[in-house]
């Protein structure tokens, strides 16, 4: 494959966009877990929340400015590399990211300082005001990012004229047909993203400190067991969201559907296929592994729906099969693989050894980048699942690029790498080395805490709450 400006373009977006939407996504779900610790510590006084509040807070702190420094660089994509496409859509798409910046964007920074430094200087009310608008402000910032997005995807509401798409009715751009359900399937994957993060590191932080006393971790403990209890509501709930996207992309994008499933024939009783080797050039799969039937079961809601093939279209009308067909199906067992430590979570609260055994604590650290990986696979499923187009059926790629040389394209994107590896790699290692120390004890953090509030509860209770059941 030629690497020519056209493809080094799409590799620098995509390279750049694959970094930032890790830091949103962990973000948008970690200010929500704020919000909620501190309502716990003001409704029960337990300081052992505000302890985890102020843990938390740090790393959200480091990702939120390396998510708002990763997302400048979109913008000076689209100006640069993408210029006729900014020509076509910014009647449009101008607006929306506009509605972003003072909606959203004013909001997080406008009550972010008060949140990060404002403990000692505002009332407890108003700070956790601060904390319930950042985390409004970043589910406000996700709306009107997956409108744009998802108007990119299914565009409704607009006219052409003299070659520029233009807005006929603002209602129909912004709930476009595809935005609502992806919206919900977005945002619960960044809380589940945040969920399995949490989990996950505070698994390695009761693991490294077994051998110490319970009121050690009992800040590990807390965090384990929130995120968990989050995960079990809500992997099944983005697993009923994910099967209504499904049916939408067969009724709106056909073809990036029949491309997910590798469906070359139109067809009824198609099977799911579990695995196969698409064979693009001859239009069929070398190798399948499937189960009979319930592929149209699963897409249509009955075992003889008729789902579309890719041989409906032209070639050149096609997505890239092979990279759609893996990448769902890796967001799919990431899924899976979600749900089965949530049901495996419950099973051990039942038995009172949620933090003591060792086996379900190193698969929960494993899992610590699964709701990275499925956020990141999943948009590989849905942008490259859109091409040829980069709005779907009126802009193709190759018509959005700006006449730019391989050499200029070339020397921005190692000039990209170059930056990217200095600023996220010392980003990365200041996180990772906040939460290699972990929490505080809970005593040294209320002795050393003058305004910490005076348990309810003695902290003994609060931390013989967390020891394992010895049944």
Same mark, same amino acid.
């Given at each position: 494959?030629?690497?020519?400006?056209?493809?080094?373009?799409?590799?620098?977006?995509?390279?750049?966009?694959?970094?930032?939407?890790?830091?949103?996504?962990?973000?948008?779900?970690?200010?929500?877990?704020?919000?909620?610790?501190?309502?716990?510590?003001?409704?029960?006084?337990?300081?052992?929340?505000?302890?985890?509040?102020?843990?938390?807070?740090?790393?959200?702190?480091?990702?939120?400015?390396?998510?708002? @420094?990763?997302?400048?660089?979109?913008?000076?994509?689209?100006?640069?590399?993408?210029?006729?496409?900014?020509?076509?859509?910014?009647? @449009?798409?101008?607006?929306?990211?506009?509605?972003?910046?003072?909606?959203?964007?004013?909001?997080?920074?406008?009550?972010?300082?008060?949140?990060?430094?404002?403990?000692?200087?505002?009332?407890?009310?108003?700070?956790?005001?601060?904390?319930?608008?950042?985390?409004?402000g970043t589910l406000?910032?996700?709306?009107?990012?997956?409108?744009?997005?998802?108007?990119?995807?299914?565009?409704?509401?607009?006219?052409?004229?003299?070659?520029?798409?233009?807005?006929?009715?603002?209602?129909?751009?912004?709930?476009?047909?595809?935005?609502?359900?992806?919206?919900?399937?977005?945002?619960?994957?960044?809380?589940?993203?945040?969920a399995f993060a949490?989990?996950?590191?505070?698994?390695?932080?009761?693991?490294?400190?077994?051998?110490?006393?319970?009121?050690?971790?009992?800040?590990?403990?807390?965090?384990?067991?929130?995120?968990?209890?989050?995960?079990?509501?809500?992997t099944p709930l983005?697993?009923?969201?994910?099967?209504?996207?499904?049916?939408?992309?067969?009724?709106?994008?056909?073809?990036?559907?029949?491309?997910?499933?590798?469906?070359?024939?139109?067809?009824?009783? =198609? !099977?799911?296929?579990?695995?196969?080797?698409?064979?693009?050039?001859?239009?069929?799969?070398?190798?399948?592994?499937?189960?009979?039937?319930?592929?149209?079961?699963?897409?249509?809601?009955?075992?003889?729906?008729?789902?579309?093939?890719?041989?409906?279209?032209?070639?050149?009308?096609?997505?890239?099969?092979? !990279?759609?067909?893996?990448?769902?199906?890796?967001?799919?067992?990431?899924?899976?693989? =979600?749900?089965?430590?949530?049901?495996?979570?419950?099973?051990?609260?039942?038995?009172?050894?949620?933090?003591?055994?060792?086996?379900?604590?190193?698969?929960?650290?494993?899992?610590?980048?699964?709701?990275?990986?499925?956020?990141?696979?999943?948009?590989?499923?849905?942008?490259?699942?859109?091409?040829?187009?980069?709005?779907?059926?009126?802009?193709?790629?190759?018509?959005?690029?700006?006449?730019?040389?391989?050499?200029?394209?070339?020397?921005?994107?190692?000039?990209?790498?170059?930056?990217?590896?200095?600023?996220?790699?010392?980003?990365?290692?200041?996180?990772?080395?906040?939460?290699?120390?972990?929490?505080?004890?809970?005593?040294?953090?209320?002795?050393?805490?003058?305004?910490?509030?005076?348990?309810?509860?003695?902290?003994?209770?609060?931390?013989?709450?967390?020891?394992?059941?010895?049944?």
């Amino acid at each position: 494959m030629e690497l020519d400006a056209l493809m080094l373009s799409r590799i620098q977006f995509g390279f750049t966009m694959a970094f930032h939407i890790i830091f949103p996504a962990f973000t948008i779900g970690l200010a929500s877990f704020l919000a909620r610790l501190e309502a716990q510590w003001l409704w029960t006084g337990n300081p052992m929340y505000r302890n985890l509040y102020q843990f938390w807070v740090k790393a959200f702190a480091v990702s939120f400015g390396l998510g708002v @420094v990763s997302g400048i660089v979109m913008s000076y994509q689209l100006g640069t590399n993408w210029s006729r496409y900014s020509d076509f859509t910014g009647n @449009v798409l101008g607006p929306l990211i506009q509605y972003e910046v003072i909606t959203a964007f004013f909001l997080e920074a406008g009550f972010l300082g008060i949140m990060l430094f404002g403990w000692e200087r505002v009332g407890d009310r108003l700070h956790f005001l601060s904390t319930c608008m950042v985390a409004l402000g970043t589910l406000i910032s996700a709306f009107w990012i997956l409108s744009a997005n998802s108007w990119m995807q299914t565009p409704a509401g607009f006219v052409v004229e003299n070659g520029r798409a233009v807005a006929t009715d603002w209602l129909k751009v912004i709930f476009n047909p595809s935005f609502p359900i992806r919206y919900a399937h977005m945002v619960l994957g960044c809380f589940l993203t945040t969920a399995f993060a949490v989990a996950g590191m505070s698994a390695w932080m009761i693991l490294r400190a077994r051998k110490e006393p319970p009121a050690k971790v009992a800040g590990a403990r807390l965090s384990l067991s929130m995120a968990l209890w989050f995960a079990v509501i809500c992997t099944p709930l983005q697993i009923f969201i994910g099967d209504s996207h499904g049916l939408a992309v067969l009724k709106l994008q056909p073809t990036k559907l029949a491309a997910i499933e590798a469906n070359w024939e139109t067809q009824a009783d =198609m !099977p799911l296929l579990l695995f196969a080797i698409p064979n693009e050039k001859e239009e069929r799969n070398d190798f399948e592994i499937g189960i009979p039937k319930l592929g149209s079961f699963i897409l249509t809601h009955d075992f003889s729906g008729v789902v579309p093939g890719l041989k409906d279209v032209k070639p050149d009308q096609r997505p890239p099969v092979w !990279p759609v067909f893996y990448s769902f199906r890796i967001m799919v067992a990431l899924g899976m693989a =979600m749900l089965a430590l949530s049901l495996w979570s419950l099973y051990l609260r039942w038995r009172g050894t949620l933090y003591t055994n060792r086996v379900f604590l190193t698969c929960a650290m494993l899992m610590t980048p699964s709701g990275f990986g499925a956020v990141l696979f999943g948009w590989f499923t849905a942008e490259i699942g859109r091409q040829p187009y980069i709005v779907y059926g009126q802009l193709r790629t190759a018509d959005a690029h700006s006449p730019l040389t391989t050499q200029a394209v070339t020397t921005s994107l190692v000039a990209f790498l170059i930056a990217y590896t200095i600023i996220f790699g010392f980003g990365s290692y200041y996180l990772a080395k906040l939460l290699r120390k972990g929490p505080e004890p809970l005593e040294e953090a209320v002795r050393g805490d003058d305004v910490a509030r005076k348990p309810k509860r003695p902290l003994s209770a609060v931390n013989e709450d967390l020891k394992p059941n010895p049944a």
